[in-house]
């Protein structure tokens, strides 16, 4: 693709972005369908952010996405929110709408769409969720939203102990799901939620590469065939905690289709066209790619 008067500037901010696969997603899903955009990626931390947004504000650029450690000081820095950003107090994507920064979060929407894409449908059902961090909290709003009926969030008590109290009253507040909040180290609950549970979610870091030993659960006992077991990590493609549901019957899946969905619902906002999945998967995310 050539580079015009007309092209449209979107991109990633965070540190660090060297390593993102967004660029190649983005910029290939604009060329097979002839779109006059280009997607680049700037290191910008924290301390810097308020000067690149005034920057590409001033410069017309289309949107764009962030990553850490930009996601919660760019709430700050938006005209107005989506519901779920506001919610989850964090933004991934901005659209400049004449001037005006809208903010959104898609990681949420981007593990629904996962779910989807792995056959399974979680709505009007219960969800256990490890973990109330920055993507474990996105999952949260986003499957309360959506209209998941029930989520248990086991998190271990300490300094994001007081960040997942007020997520589970956020929830209970704005939306017709229930939510109930546990210590992870409780493992009677544990196993009475996944008792009751459609889905368990892993929305930590543990047992991501190249920690792959590690696995949030002890040993598979609370684990049952009919309970579906996923993993926001996809380095490496099956965790620790994987293996262990995979041996016990239970269905499966990864974090990789929650990286390509979240991208996707980015594409949507910036150009109001559906990025070419099928054709970026197979660029893309295939073993021998990814």
Request: glycine share 8%; net charge negative.
């Amino acid at each position: 693709m050539e580079i015009t008067g007309h092209t449209k500037l979107t991109g990633l901010l965070g540190s660090p972005v060297s390593h993102s696969i967004s660029p190649l997603m983005h910029n290939k899903a604009f060329e097979l369908l002839g779109l006059d955009y280009s997607y680049l990626c700037f290191n910008v931390g924290v301390d810097s952010l308020a000067d690149a947004v005034h920057g590409l504000r001033t410069l017309g650029a289309r949107g764009w996405n962030c990553t850490m450690p930009d996601k919660q000081r760019m709430c700050e820095l938006c005209d107005s929110l989506s519901p779920a950003a506001q919610m989850i107090r964090a933004v991934n994507t901005v659209v400049n709408e004449n001037g005006i920064l809208i903010g959104h979060n898609t990681d949420g929407i981007g593990y629904m769409m996962s779910v989807k894409e792995a056959g399974f449908d979680i709505i009007g059902k219960e969800m256990t969720l490890l973990g109330a961090g920055g993507a474990s909290t996105a999952i949260a709003v986003q499957a309360a939203l959506d209209g998941v009926k029930a989520l248990n969030i086991f998190n271990r008590r300490g300094r994001s102990w007081e960040h997942a109290v007020k997520l589970t009253d956020t929830i209970n507040t704005n939306t017709s799901c229930r939510a109930s909040l546990y210590d992870l180290a409780d493992a009677a609950s544990l196993e009475k939620c996944l008792r009751e549970s459609s889905i368990l979610t892993n929305g930590t870091s543990v047992g991501m590469a190249p920690h792959e030993s590690e696995c949030i659960l002890s040993d598979d006992s609370l684990l049952h065939p009919e309970l579906i077991v996923s993993d926001i990590i996809y380095n490496p493609r099956k965790t620790r905690l994987l293996q262990m549901a995979q041996a016990k019957g239970c269905p499966t899946f990864n974090g990789l289709y929650m990286l390509l969905f979240q991208g996707a619902e980015a594409f949507r906002l910036w150009t109001g066209k559906e990025m070419p999945i099928n054709a970026i998967k197979q660029a893309y995310f295939t073993p021998s790619n990814f």
